[in-house]
């Protein structure tokens, strides 16, 4: 009779501190900007800028925020949000009523206009990426699909 091996116990996966990590991080970060920029470029109005869209989005998402609240949520001083919801107030994107409990407050919520521009945004990019996505392979879309869930591990640390 034989004696019994017992296999190794796997090692821990240790980080990978190779030198091609730094250019693997580089390419995927530059990667990443240019698929944003040109996501970022399917937009229903021109000339509003990607911080205006921001605040557009973050409404259309959470629902209405007061002044600091968007500041906050955007990472601006109140005075830069100030200046980008009195562009889109007027511009008739959004609106501001005051607080019915607090007086002092002032909501800040999209308006059917404001609902539209990122509605049509958000197709036009949906639309774009759709068909880019249709000119690769399956194996390729497969693997975009196995790296955005990677994608979202990493953007959650």
């Known amino acids: 009779m034989s004696p019994t091996v017992t296999p190794p116990s796997p090692t821990p996966e240790r980080a990978d501190t190779s030198p091609n990590l730094a250019t693997e991080a580089s390419d995927l970060r530059m990667a990443t900007f240019r698929l944003a920029r040109r996501l970022r470029s399917q937009r229903s109005v021109d000339s509003m800028s990607d911080g205006q869209f921001a605040v557009l989005a973050a409404l259309s998402v959470h629902g209405p ?15 830069s949000m ?16 005051p607080d019915e409990d607090d007086r002092r407050k002032v909501n800040i919520a999209l308006t059917d206009a404001g609902r539209t521009v990122v509605d049509e945004t958000v197709r036009r990019r949906d639309e774009w ?10 194996a ?16 959650a640390r």
Not at 129 to 138: F, G, I, K, V
Not at 142 to 147: S, V
């Open 65 to 79: 925020h007061t002044l600091g609240e968007l500041a906050d949520r955007e990472r601006v001083s109140a005075p």
């Open 82 to 97: 100030n200046r980008t919801v009195n562009c889109l107030e007027e511009g008739g994107y959004l609106s501001r009523t």
């Open 129 to 138: 990426l759709e068909a880019s996505l249709a000119a690769l392979t399956p």
């Open 140 to 155: 390729q879309r497969e693997t975009l699909h196995d790296a955005a869930a990677i994608m979202r591990e990493v953007a």
